[in-house]
């Protein structure tokens, strides 16, 4: 017969106490250290510093407790123990640059699930969505665990993108539609925000905020006044704020002497090519793009008006995010067709490809800092999705980076790009950020290409592996 664990203790204890009736108690269990140590892996900690080899990283719950050698960091008694020898840890990657809400023919339901899993797969464990209804969004991507952290920016656009100009559109049964190009956004469940050159700037930022959005991302048809006004406003509340350069009238230079916090699209720097009354005829998307084949040659990305724009950029810490692997991705479906004629969209995106890259290269020159979102689409075949790996790939082919570089442009300066609170919880291995990491088979900082290699990604604490996520058991 075993005695009860508490008898002689109690029995000791209520002599001392002078009690008669010993009263029976549970002993509680040892504690559960939620400690988790990773041991032994070359740690690049994306802040700057130099890998450091033999590393431990300690995670308790969902948060980075430690990082660094191991007399640095101390394992916790009772931690559970991750050997990783030989391997890379390196933080969460971040895509600043998705799009992943589609209600027509697109990733309105399962595809999203399917989308985020995916990108979790690929060592990406925070995204920015840059073209959305914020509510819906992430209403929507609550619903899975098995996913990135999704941030929301709000759209908002001036009048002439709600009611402009008439144009065509051709539907699959033929028939001819003028539409909005707003409308064309609300069709995809997008909710941009009109804004009129005398609204209220705080009322635009109040609804982005109930919406659930953390940034404001400035789409279309606004002059400089308003882009000044909504960057102001925003900032007052802690919002960022982005362009989808260049925002017709108002070009890049104006939006970054407005204080914005960064620019998408390389090619939309050919805006700076043009005064600001021809901007202000582009009304249609049409316009912009023929305008934007004509303007944007090779040669013109070494204009100087234009690397003015980037010393200013530079000057005032205006991030951009060129988005290459997307046009990459345009450019090689029309180099796959083999007999058809050159479309407007065509020559533009000719355009923007070489253009493009000449920008980049001059924009890294000229100081301004990257932050390598992709632009990636959440439908259609995995393969034509522009995604950050694709767009790391490029900075180190194309544009010169080291992969080091590269890195850093999806991780410290991507954590930059996003901003505020959010930002400065991920994109870096350091106490008291989320526990994002992704453990690598091979060294990324010797072979960008090594990034393929991912062995798990933890997400906040929790560890998921590429091939349990591509497989169908992480359901949720
Ligand atoms: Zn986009």
Redesign the pocket.
Known sequence: MKTPVFSAALALACLAAGCSTPQPRLVPPPPVNPSTAIVGATLWDGTGSAPVAHAVTVVRGDRILCAGAAGECQVPHGARVIEAQGKYLIPGLIDS???LLFMQNGSASEELGLDLRDLLAQGVTTVRD??NSPTDLLSRVAGFAAAPRVYAMQLVAGPRFFYPAMRPVRTEHGVELHQAPALTMQWLGWTPIQFNRDDDPDAVVAAARQAGAMGLKLYAQLDSGSVRRLTLAAHRAGLTVWG?AWVQPASVGEQTAAGMDGV??AAGLAGELFTAEERDTLVRDGDLQVATAHAATAAAAHDPRLLATLDSMAAHGTMFEP?LD?TRHSLAAYDARVRHVTTQQEGYVRAAAEFGVEVTREAVKHGVRISA?S?HVAYGPVGDRASVFGELRLYVDSLGFSPTGALLAATRDAARAIGGEPGRQVGTIEAGRYADLVLLGKNPLADIDNLDVVEWVMRGGRIWRPEQLRSGIAMR
Do not use: E, F, K, L
């Open positions: 640059h998705v799009h840059m073209g989808h998408v699209h988005t997307a979102g632009d």
